[in-house]
């Protein structure tokens, strides 16, 4: 069985692919399979841990979480300031009403389901009621229309840098954050193996001097687009998790650059020529 705990063990990123594992995948295939095997460990940044942090609060095991990273702490076991940043964000976060009743649902709901074929797993932050949604919609106007006339929602709390668009080297063009961090795949992924077609909504803080917050919804077709793309391309990443196919190198990334060798001398015009 899936716990929280386990997770993102190894045994479970091979049985089961999770929308971050999905989002490796498309980035590069190499790094991703490296990464389930366990032959690559991708650095976690001080900016990840700051949203683990605050996710660790909202799922009532911030004292575990402490526990198990001394790096939060300084010397004289104060927290260091990233993290007394973390707790203003928290504050912020509780200290407005819907953000709270988004937060109030369901803590960490495990769930499996297949996509196209391949086993996924999710993790859902906070589940909402059919009842909690009611109370929302009536008690806040603008969001009936994301929760308006629903079963329940899904809502995932995001900790970000601010939400500004992201220039994509790909697209040649900003995109929202939404898209840019992938966020609308794990709503559709999210979405799929939950299996009641519940809203996607997120809950957002920023990390900025005053903490900004946000409550987002991605809409139906943006997320049925989304699961087409997903359909689309599990099974060949589900190939080679299974050693089927061999995975493809992007040649960028921090994991290509540590693997790469040397196999001729070539023009230097064509530096980056290979690239997208
Ligand atoms: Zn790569």
Known sequence: MITSENYFSSENQMACMGASQFKAFQKCEAA????????????????????SYVDAHFEGTLHIFKAQHPELFKRDGGLKSDYLHANDIISRMESDRLYSLLMSGKKQVIKTGTIAGVPFKIKIDSLLDADTCKQIASEFPDAAAALGFCDGAIVDQKV??????????????????????GYDIQGAIYRAVEGNMLPFVLAVGTKEDEPDLAA???????????????????????????????PRRCEHCAYCRMTKRLSGIINYKELGADAE
């Open 160 to 181: 970000m840098k601010d939400m500004e668009p992201v220039w994509s080297s790909e697209d040649h063009c900003k995109l929202p954050f939404v898209e840019s961090w």
């Open 32 to 51: 991703a399979l490296a990464e389930i095997k366990g032959e690559y460990v991708r650095p976690s940044s001080t900016s990840m841990l700051v949203g």
């Open 216 to 246: 987002l919804y991605i809409q139906d077709s943006d997320l049925a687009a989304k699961l087409a793309e997903i359909e689309d391309a599990a099974p060949r990443y589900q190939a080679i998790k299974e050693g089927k196919v061999s």
